[in-house]
């Protein structure tokens, strides 16, 4: 069996791909002119956008999580909000509340700072669990329930949140629950720049922030554009096959206490197709799939006690063991 079938359409041949995805590589474009250095952590970000998932940034201080995140909403012309998350934030300043005209005598809805297109969640483990859970419903399925009311959220719609790992343990934080994680495609971590980009930091930051010089470079239309394309990305069955296995060997080896679960299996074909869409294919390859193992699978998971290796590592260790489909 082939793994490099492509689907039909009008965006067959690679330059179909590469005209239909312009707007995605004007959008990586404009955010390296801000975040410097850091080129796989970006595409992985576009990569979030396109498959229509959620980004959890998890780093140490001041190495530019918020940054990318402002910098990637700036770049499409859409709608951004952000929200400071905080011990005393409460769930109704999130998604909004009903607020009563005395005058009028009815109810009127308020909308929280979700009703955007990208939703900033500044160092999202300082919010306590019950306000965490105001997202759950919002990240799943696009909507927001208040009052008994359901109203659906603009499309596209990404959470982008920020924590710092060496907060997760000192007093006045919350750790995310395994269901808040597990709805968050994937999590990166930006990483300490290397000295050349440092440098180039002391010059580009000092004087003005390339933040303020940042355009829109994409419009709405464009991103839900490719996000339709990107769905028809084919996926080989012997690919999927392999999606699956991966999936599975979290789920047994002794070094992981849970595995991945079946909402990551569809989050990782996902992100494969936009990964491979961004690297002008139509077509998934295992390669995408190894890409993004860790990633997309890494954050959910928890080790066992005997084990004294990352959940990264571990899925690091399975990508290299679980045997990869072959062309035939």
């Not at 009815?106 to 859970?133: H, M, W, Y």
């Not at 750790?175 to 994937?186: C, H, N």
């Not at 394309?229 to 996926?235: F, I, L, M, S, Y």
Request: glycine share 6%; charged share 20%; hydrophobic share 40%.
């Amino acid at each position: 069996m082939s793994l490099d079938t492509r689907v039909n359409g009008p965006a067959d041949s690679p330059a179909g791909v590469s005209g239909l995805l312009d707007p995605a590589h004007r959008i990586r474009s404009a955010v390296e002119t801000v975040i410097t250095g850091k080129p796989e952590v970006i595409r992985i970000a576009l990569t979030v956008l396109l498959a229509e998932g959620h980004l959890l940034i998890e780093d140490v201080p001041g190495v530019g999580k918020t940054m990318l995140a402002k910098a990637l909403g700036r770049a499409v012309d859409c709608t951004v909000s952000r929200v400071q998350f905080t011990p005393d934030l409460l769930p109704g300043d999130i998604t909004g509340v009903s607020v009563y005209h005395q005058q009028r005598r009815v109810f009127e809805f308020c909308p929280g700072p979700v009703f955007a297109n990208i939703v900033l969640g500044d160092e999202i483990n300082r919010a306590s669990p019950k306000t965490q859970s105001a997202l759950l419903e919002c990240m799943e399925e696009g909507q927001v329930s208040v009052d008994g009311v359901t109203r659906r959220l603009e499309r596209p719609f990404m959470v982008i949140a920020t924590q710092n790992p060496v907060d997760t343990e000192t007093e006045g934080t919350y750790p995310l629950p395994e269901a808040q994680r597990d709805r968050f495609m994937a999590r990166v971590s930006m990483g300490y720049p290397d000295p050349s980009a440092e440098l180039g930091m002391i010059d580009s930051h000092t004087v003005y922030s390339p933040l303020d010089r940042l355009a829109p470079v994409a419009t709405v239309a464009e991103v839900n554009a490719m996000i339709e394309w990107v769905r028809r990305v084919h996926v080989a069955p012997a690919v999927k096959r392999y999606v699956l296995d991966l999936v599975t060997a979290t789920r047994t080896t002794p070094s992981l206490l849970l595995g991945a679960s079946p909402r990551a299996t569809l989050h990782l074909v996902r992100a494969a197709r936009a990964y491979a869409a961004l690297g002008g294919r139509d077509y998934v390859l295992p390669d995408d799939v190894q890409a993004l193992a860790v990633p997309v699978l890494a954050h959910r998971l928890l080790p066992s006690t005997a084990t004294h290796r990352s959940p990264a590592d571990v899925v690091g260790e399975l990508v290299a063991t679980v045997p990869v489909p072959t062309q035939g």
